[in-house]
């Protein structure tokens, strides 16, 4: 298939984006493979900040960069990602480059914690206030479950709605595909 499907296409975006040495963030860190990604992108030189509410989630990832050898340039925060402007430094704002939100729950774990589009929101808001500019922040959507539904629309909602002067805002998604595989929204800041 020559068109770049969901998941390689967001590492696109970012690779696209960052460069050794920058900032980034993984908003919801999971199972920890988006931070192993990010923690590579960014080399020896870069930092990741990532976030999760899940005790589960911290560990595994801190588990996988160590075992990676990639522990050193990642710092993770037992927080909700709506807390990120209080979390990261301020001598880092103005310096992030990319940040991915890979919405829904855990894969493997409790499927009643997931991403609500206040909080999600709130954290996109912040994120463009406190990026670089030309910052590109990527939403991988799933929507196939009853709470992911609710926060596809709020999401389209909101990014549709977002000043053309203050962002650039992308949706990519296959349009033809049965049980309501994940999308992007890409919202580049100008
Ligand atoms: N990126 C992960 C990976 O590579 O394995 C997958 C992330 S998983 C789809 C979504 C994660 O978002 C869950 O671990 C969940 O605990 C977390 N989450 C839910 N609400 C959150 C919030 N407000 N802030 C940060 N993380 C949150």
Redesign the pocket.
């Known amino acids: 298939m020559k068109v770049e499907r969901i998941l390689p296409f967001a590492k696109s975006l970012l690779t696209n984006a960052v460069s050794p040495g920058d900032i980034v963030v ?10 192993v990604f990010l923690a590579n992108l960014v080399g020896e030189q870069g930092k990741v900040y990532g ?4 005790q589960e ?1 911290i560990e595994g990832t801190n588990k996988r960069l160590t075992e990676q050898n990639l522990r050193d340039r990642v710092t993770t925060f037992h ?4 807390r990120i402007a209080a979390k990261i430094p301020v001598e880092d704002h103005g310096k992030i480059t990319g940040a ?1 939100f ?6 493997g ?1 409790d499927k009643a ?4 589009s206040e ?2 929101i709130a ?1 996109i808001e912040q994120l463009l206030s406190i990026m670089a500019r030309e910052g590109i922040i990527v939403l991988v959507i ?1 929507h196939g479950h009853e709470q992911g539904a609710v926060e596809r629309d709020d999401l389209l909602d909101y990014c549709q709605r977002l000043n053309q002067k203050a962002a650039h805002v992308l949706q990519y998604q296959f349009i033809n595909q049965q049980n309501n595989p994940p999308f992007i929204i890409a919202i580049e800041k100008r």
């Open positions: 993984d908003a919801t860190l999971g199972n920890g493979h988006d931070t976030f999760d509410v899940q989630a927080e909700g990602h709506e991915i890979n919405l829904g729950y855990l894969p774990g914690i997931v991403t609500h909080t999600t954290a799933y």
